[in-house]
Nanobody, 124 residues
């Protein structure tokens, strides 16, 4: 079983930037798509971004396109989410996920593993 550990959350002012990281416990993660989801207070968890195992395909929620960038470094078994021009509406717990396909993650299909989450708070 692959374990995922997120880091990089914190408090930032609107317009600022943060970079989230998610480290996988095994090299097996290299063969899987990885993604980011978020859950705001009182709301359901939602898809944010995903990337294919080789990094050649990426998928984004419409509201983060142009502001967020997902990338991965398979040598480090790590996926990143660079978040720029943050808005108060981006405030949420961000979860890393691992699954068979980024398009399926975007569609809402079940994933194979979740991280514990990292809190991002954007102040206005």
């Amino acid at each position: 079983q692959v374990h995922l550990v997120e880091s990089g959350g914190g408090l930032v002012q609107a317009g600022g930037s943060l970079r989230l990281s998610c480290s996988a416990s095994t090299q097996t993660a290299r063969t899987y798509a990885m993604g980011w989801f978020r859950q705001a207070p009182g709301k359901e968890r939602e898809f944010v971004a995903a990337i294919s195992g080789g990094g050649g395909s990426t998928y984004y929620k419409d509201s983060v396109k142009g502001r967020f960038t997902i990338s991965r470094d398979n040598a480090k078994n790590t996926v990143y989410l660079q978040m720029n021009t943050l808005e108060p509406e981006d405030t949420a717990v961000y979860y890393c996920a691992l699954g068979p396909n980024g398009a399926l993650m975007q569609r809402g299909d079940p994933v194979d593993a979740w991280g514990q989450g990292t809190l991002v708070t954007v102040s206005s």
